[in-house]
């Protein structure tokens, strides 16, 4: 939809729906949190204003700088905000925008005819938790600007200059009252543009970060858009033969349709060797992590169209079943993007598209473009049913898995090789289920625990590496069934379908990781997330899956030991930490001169234990330093953007070396973070 739009933008164009008063007292009705998530979220609102300039036609390049002081720049080429008196307020259009929430040229379909942002706030609220914002507008020849405080204006609009160019350019600092921190990050800022550079052909979408001595800078631009957004994805697996250039079809409304069902769909598939699906659901470039009614039409269309071509070739035969969904969509990437005049979204964050004639639409589009492309390359299409007709056959094979694992009882010593040692208490939301390494770890867990609300499921060997194989195999492993039975919510399929799983059977609210602390206990703990997110991933939405924080050292100072952990936790920690590093060792990561169990002196008076196993610490250590309470470190496992974590699990988890590589290195500054 990005055509060029000739209405006039100006201050008719803006109008006002409410006040702004609300906004710094309930942050989180707008921003969703004032965490790290809401921090960039400001970000996001002043960047979506940008594009929906672009998708108008009239912006094709955006700026967006990080300052030393952690303000943010974003500036673009647009027509640049109406800075003309506004016929209702008598005040700048300018001032309006920035001061009077959801007073804005998307809420009239003149103006603009699609646009994102959270459900249209945009600016103003990052100008309400901004300690300062600064708006300058290059428009009718001159320069304008406008600074604001807190919400409030501070100084008027005034010329400040003259430009042959349009343009706005938004400069503003986060306010620390409202804000957790106010530190960006780059990675985070860098996949979000990139995101948005792909689901905008050819709009170029500059990030620089002048917080380093020598600035960093990434330039977006694809001109293959969602094309080359899939072949991203897909970068470094394995393609189905014959597809190595994506499916791409695009279709819109009728053009009799009336205005309130108008809209647009292109879609972008590539099928990979894998076992995982990997579907990606825009609304006017919002993420639909949720999916929604444009989700449903596209999934809907892709079984029937499939299934109808595979009976009239014959590949299916008549007394064989259709295809399911989760078989057709096993190792296929997608990357639909909607965009539509009035979209209704489920829940404050946009999650879920709710506009139904979307759904319509988009199965319309769908089927005529596939079913179109699978005529014309019959190679292809054999292929498709082939790898279709294989998940299918992996399929049943896993489902007889999961029943034998269902029909096992918690009471059968058969059905838990790892020996589950339950809890007495059965009020699921006060009950605890630790995870442990081996029976060395889980017998001082045993004897360390609280029986009443504390289980202990030892783990023997390490658990398998479910990204890099299929579902079948997965549930065929002792290990796993032992886990789907303790936990007791049944699982998700590797394509996401969630009818199998029950989150209200969950038998603990708090599964606890808690391994050794060296690199077998992190490999350990990595392998265990994966397969919740790849199988229970409902339980990580919920927040139930916590990883434990065993300490790494044991200072012992006269009679007295205190516990040094990874990263620190109080005052008293960091004073213990620079007597571990006074000593030649590292505190966060241990140290091969302190093997594991050898004590090390150094120092008079300080004896320091390094404990690189949990079976290292007697039940009562690890009752304190790690189970207790009332004094231990939990760290909750959370998804903030549900793209990046697919990125991350494929690279890091898949079976491509040179991107697990290439990951370790990216992120490898923040090991320690990572290393809990």
Same mark, same amino acid.
């Given at each position: 939809?990005?055509?060029?739009?000739?209405?006039?933008?100006?201050?008719?164009?803006?109008?006002?729906?409410?006040?702004?008063?609300?906004?710094?007292?309930?942050?989180?009705?707008?921003?969703?949190?004032?965490?790290?998530?809401?921090?960039?979220?400001?970000?996001?609102?002043?960047?979506?204003?940008?594009?929906?300039?672009?998708?108008?036609?009239?912006?094709?390049?955006?700026?967006?700088?990080?300052?030393?002081?952690?303000?943010?720049?974003?500036?673009?080429?647009?027509?640049?905000?109406?800075?003309?008196?506004?016929?209702?307020?008598?005040?700048?259009?300018?001032?309006?925008?920035?001061?009077?929430?959801?007073?804005?040229?998307?809420?009239?379909?003149?103006?603009?005819?699609?646009?994102?942002?959270?459900?249209?706030?945009?600016?103003?609220?990052?100008?309400?938790?901004?300690?300062?914002?600064?708006?300058?507008?290059?428009?009718?020849?001159?320069?304008?600007?406008?600074?604001?405080?807190?919400?409030?204006?501070?100084?008027?609009?005034?010329?400040?200059?003259?430009?042959?160019?349009?343009?706005?350019?938004?400069?503003?600092?986060?306010?620390?009252?409202?804000?957790?921190?106010?530190?960006?990050?780059?990675?985070?800022?860098?996949?979000?543009?990139?995101?948005?550079?792909?689901?905008?052909?050819?709009?170029?979408?500059?990030?620089?970060?002048?917080?380093?001595?020598?600035?960093?800078?990434?330039?977006?631009?694809?001109?293959?858009?969602?094309?080359?957004?899939?072949?991203? +994805?897909?970068?470094?697996?394995?393609? $189905?033969?014959?597809?190595?250039?994506?499916?791409?079809?695009?279709?819109?409304?009728?053009?009799?349709?009336?205005?309130?069902?108008?809209?647009?769909?292109?879609?972008?598939?590539?099928?990979?060797?894998?076992?995982?699906?990997?579907?990606?659901?825009?609304?006017?470039?919002?993420?639909?992590?949720?999916?929604?009614?444009?989700?449903?039409?596209?999934?809907?269309?892709?079984?029937?169209?499939?299934?109808?071509?595979?009976?009239?070739?014959?590949?299916?035969?008549?007394?064989?079943?259709?295809?399911?969904?989760?078989?057709?969509?096993?190792?296929?990437?997608?990357?639909?993007?909607?965009?539509?005049?009035?979209?209704?979204?489920?829940?404050?964050?946009?999650?879920?598209?709710?506009?139904?004639?979307?759904?319509?639409?988009?199965?319309?589009?769908?089927?005529?473009?596939?079913?179109?492309?699978?005529?014309?390359?019959?190679?292809?299409?054999?292929?498709? $049913?082939?790898?279709?007709?294989?998940?299918?056959?992996?399929?049943?094979?896993?489902?007889?898995?999961?029943?034998?694992?269902?029909?096992?009882?918690?009471?059968?010593?058969?059905?838990?090789?790892?020996? $589950?040692?339950?809890?007495?208490?059965?009020?699921?939301?006060?009950?605890?289920?630790?995870?442990?390494?081996?029976?060395?770890?889980?017998?001082?867990?045993?004897?360390?625990?609280?029986?009443?609300?504390?289980?202990?499921?030892?783990?023997?060997?390490?658990?398998?590496?479910?990204?890099?194989?299929?579902?079948?195999?997965?549930?065929?492993?002792?290990?796993?069934?032992?886990?789907?039975?303790?936990?007791?919510?049944?699982?998700?399929?590797?394509?996401?379908?969630?009818?199998?799983?029950?989150?209200?059977?969950?038998?603990?609210?708090?599964?606890?990781?808690?391994?050794?602390?060296?690199?077998?206990?992190?490999?350990?703990?990595?392998?265990?997330?994966?397969?919740?997110?790849?199988?229970?991933?409902?339980? $990580?939405?919920?927040?139930?899956?916590?990883?434990?924080?065993?300490?790494?050292?044991?200072?012992?100072?006269?009679?007295?030991?205190?516990?040094?952990?990874?990263?620190?936790?109080?005052?008293?920690?960091?004073?213990?930490?620079?007597?571990?590093?006074?000593?030649?060792?590292?505190?966060?990561?241990?140290?091969?001169?302190?093997?594991?169990?050898?004590?090390?002196?150094?120092?008079?008076?300080?004896?320091?234990?390094?404990?690189?196993?949990?079976?290292?610490?007697?039940?009562?250590?690890?009752?304190?330093?790690?189970?207790?309470?009332?004094?231990?470190?939990?760290?909750?496992?959370?998804?903030?953007?549900?793209?990046?974590?697919?990125?991350?699990?494929?690279? +890091?988890?898949?079976?491509?070396?040179?991107?697990?590589?290439?990951?370790?290195?990216?992120?490898?500054?923040?090991?320690?973070?990572?290393?809990?």
């Amino acid at each position: 939809m990005a055509k060029k739009n000739d209405h006039e933008y100006g201050a008719s164009e803006i109008k006002i729906l409410e006040g702004l008063e609300a906004v710094r007292k309930r942050p989180g009705m707008y921003i969703g949190t004032t965490s790290a998530s809401g921090l960039h979220h400001l970000v996001w609102e002043v960047v979506d204003n940008s594009v929906d300039e672009a998708m108008a036609g009239a912006c094709t390049k955006i700026k967006v700088s990080v300052h030393p002081d952690n303000s943010v720049t974003v500036e673009d080429n647009g027509r640049g905000i109406p800075v003309d008196k506004h016929p209702v307020k008598k005040i700048p259009t300018l001032e309006v925008v920035l001061t009077i929430l959801h007073a804005g040229g998307k809420f009239d379909n003149n103006a603009y005819k699609v646009s994102g942002g959270l459900h249209g706030v945009g600016v103003s609220v990052v100008n309400a938790l901004s300690k300062k914002l600064v708006a300058q507008v290059k428009r009718d020849g001159k320069i304008y600007e406008l600074t604001c405080e807190r919400g409030k204006t501070t100084q008027k609009m005034k010329q400040v200059g003259t430009s042959k160019a349009t343009g706005t350019i938004i400069t503003f600092w986060p306010d620390d009252e409202i804000f957790e921190t106010t530190t960006y990050n780059y990675d985070t800022l860098h996949d979000h543009l990139q995101e948005t550079a792909f689901l905008n052909k050819n709009l170029k979408i500059v990030l620089t970060d002048e917080r380093e001595l020598t600035p960093r800078t990434d330039e977006f631009c694809y001109a293959g858009g969602i094309i080359d957004f899939v072949k991203f +994805l897909n970068d470094g697996k394995e393609i $189905l033969p014959g597809l190595s250039k994506p499916i791409y079809f695009e279709g819109h409304s009728d053009s009799g349709a009336p205005e309130s069902q108008i809209g647009e769909v292109e879609v972008a598939l590539q099928w990979n060797t894998g076992y995982s699906e990997h579907t990606l659901s825009f609304a006017n470039d919002i993420y639909t992590e949720e999916g929604g009614m444009h989700l449903e039409g596209f999934r809907t269309a892709l079984t029937k169209v499939v299934n109808d071509y595979g009976r009239k070739t014959n590949v299916i035969k008549e007394k064989d079943a259709n295809l399911t969904g989760d078989d057709i969509r096993e190792g296929l990437t997608t990357v639909l993007s909607v965009k539509l005049p009035d979209p209704q979204f489920e829940g404050q964050t946009k999650a879920k598209l709710g506009s139904s004639y979307m759904r319509t639409l988009t199965n319309r589009v769908v089927a005529a473009g596939l079913a179109e492309y699978l005529e014309e390359h019959p190679n292809q299409a054999k292929e498709i $049913l082939k790898k279709a007709s294989s998940a299918a056959r992996g399929r049943l094979a896993a489902q007889k898995a999961r029943q034998a694992t269902r029909r096992k009882s918690l009471l059968e010593s058969a059905a838990l090789p790892g020996k $589950l040692a339950d809890c007495s208490v059965r009020d699921a939301e006060m009950t605890e289920l630790f995870i442990v390494e081996g029976d060395s770890a889980g017998g001082s867990a045993k004897d360390g625990r609280r029986r009443d609300i504390q289980a202990i499921l030892p783990l023997r060997g390490k658990i398998l590496n479910v990204e890099r194989v299929g579902d079948h195999r997965a549930f065929s492993s002792d290990t796993i069934q032992s886990l789907i039975t303790a936990i007791g919510t049944g699982v998700t399929t590797s394509a996401g379908d969630t009818t199998e799983f029950d989150l209200s059977k969950a038998r603990y609210h708090k599964i606890i990781i808690m391994t050794d602390a060296d690199v077998d206990g992190a490999h350990i703990r990595i392998l265990l997330l994966t397969f919740f997110y790849k199988y229970m991933r409902p339980l $990580l939405d919920a927040g139930y899956v916590y990883v434990a924080c065993p300490p790494i050292f044991g200072v012992k100072v006269r009679n007295k030991i205190h516990y040094v952990y990874p990263n620190g936790r109080q005052a008293e920690d960091e004073i213990l930490r620079d007597t571990i590093v006074s000593l030649g060792l590292n505190p966060d990561e241990g140290d091969d001169v302190a093997e594991a169990g050898k004590v090390t002196k150094k120092r008079k008076g300080y004896t320091v234990q390094r404990y690189k196993g949990l079976g290292e610490m007697d039940p009562k250590q690890l009752s304190s330093t790690t189970m207790d309470p009332k004094t231990r470190i939990l760290q909750r496992v959370t998804i903030e953007d549900g793209a990046a974590a697919d990125r991350a699990v494929r690279e +890091l988890m898949g079976s491509q070396v040179e991107y697990r590589r290439a990951y370790i290195e990216k992120h490898a500054h923040d090991a320690r973070f990572l290393d809990a």
